[in-house]
C-alpha cells in the first residue's frame, strides 16, 4: 500500500446491518461515536447500516419491503398534492 493516501482517521471499523442481521470488520474513515465489541475481544467504531450487500435483493434475489421511517407513507403523502394524483370517484 503506498504511504500517506489515507487520511490519518482510516482505522478498523465493524458495519453492522440489522435488517440481515450480519458484520464484518473493514477499515474506513466514517465518523460515529457508537463502538461494539468483536470477536477478537477488541472493541471498534460501530457503523449501523440498514440495507447492504447481505440483504439487497439485487444480491440476495429475494424481494424483501424494506419501509423505515414511513419512507413510502412520507412518498404517497407528497405525490397526493400533486395534478398526477388519483382522484378520488366516489
Known amino acids: 500500500m503506498k504511504k500517506d493516501i489515507h487520511p490519518s482517521n482510516y482505522r478498523p471499523v465493524v458495519f453492522k446491518d440489522f435488517s440481515a442481521d450480519v458484520s464484518w470488520l473493514s477499515k474506513s474513515c466514517a465518523a460515529t461515536d457508537e463502538t461494539i465489541q ?49 382522484k378520488d370517484l366516489s
Do not use: C
Open 38 to 86: 468483536w470477536e477478537d475481544g477488541k472493541e471498534y467504531p460501530l457503523i449501523k447500516l440498514e440495507i447492504s450487500s447481505y440483504s439487497h435483493p439485487f444480491f440476495t434475489g429475494k424481494m424483501k419491503f424494506v419501509d423505515t421511517a414511513g419512507r413510502i407513507d412520507k412518498f404517497n403523502k407528497k405525490f397526493a398534492k400533486t395534478k398526477y394524483a388519483k
